[in-house]
T-cell receptor
């Protein structure tokens, strides 16, 4: 069964550093997403991406965040200057644009120290 | 903004019994209602979904019911098994596929042997 692949599985970074979280969505999917889940809390929408541009973003997705699809397979989330409160699980998801729901990756646990 | 309320936050049932998790939503334009299962250390996995033109959908031991008038939908798991233990999230998607899902806060389902 096709999977959304995320790397790394765990990233530790110092406050103020830049991090890039990487995702390989399912190949025939057209819509791509990043979600965040702070430990013990619900999954929160960050941003959606379609046709090589952001289609929607939440209030969480401020100027410190950016997304990019640098080639035909990767989809990245960059946090320019990490804060302690950015510590969370970050999930990438993709969708065909047709029926069925999104497929989520296994997540990257980001720890900012 | 849109809100999805989920109850209960924790549900403990005896193996073999049924479990029911309920969600309410606020946006009458919502038309897609997925349920996700999240096991420890993994990303959310879609287990069943329903669209607003359908009142009920069933897949083996799992069923979802939707009451659009009352704006609530429920997940039903029958003949529960130990592997059903996980956190379950409901969500809705009022803006169509490009927009992000809004998740409930999750229900920790515990199956007692």
């Amino acid at each position: 069964e096709p999977e959304v692949t995320q790397t790394p599985s765990h990233q530790v970074t110092q406050m103020g550093q830049e991090v890039i979280l990487r995702c390989v969505p399912i190949s025939n999917h057209l819509y791509f997403y990043w979600y965040r889940q702070i430990l013990g809390q619900k999954v929160e929408f960050l941003v959606s991406f379609y046709n090589n541009e952001i289609s929607e973003k939440s209030e969480i997705f401020d100027d410190q965040f950016s997304v990019e699809r640098p080639d035909g397979s990767n989809f990245t989330l960059k946090i320019r200057s990490t804060k302690l409160e950015d510590s969370a699980m970050y999930f990438c998801a993709s969708w065909t644009g047709l029926s069925l729901g999104y497929t989520f990756g296994s997540g990257t646990r980001l720890t900012v120290v | 903004g849109e809100n999805v309320e989920q109850h209960p936050s924790t549900l403990s049932v005896q193996e073999g019994d049924s479990a029911v998790i309920k969600c309410t939503y606020s946006d009458s334009a919502s038309n897609y209602f997925p349920w996700y299962k999240q096991e420890l250390g993994k990303g959310p996995q879609l287990i069943i979904d329903i669209r607003s033109n359908v009142g009920e959908k069933k897949d083996q031991r799992i069923a979802v019911t939707l009451n659009k008038t009352a704006k609530h939908f429920s997940l039903h798991i029958t003949e529960t098994q130990p592997e059903d233990s996980a956190v379950y999230f409901c969500a809705d998607d009022s803006g169509g596929g490009a927009d992000g899902l809004t998740f409930g806060k999750g229900t920790h389902l515990i199956i007692q042997p």
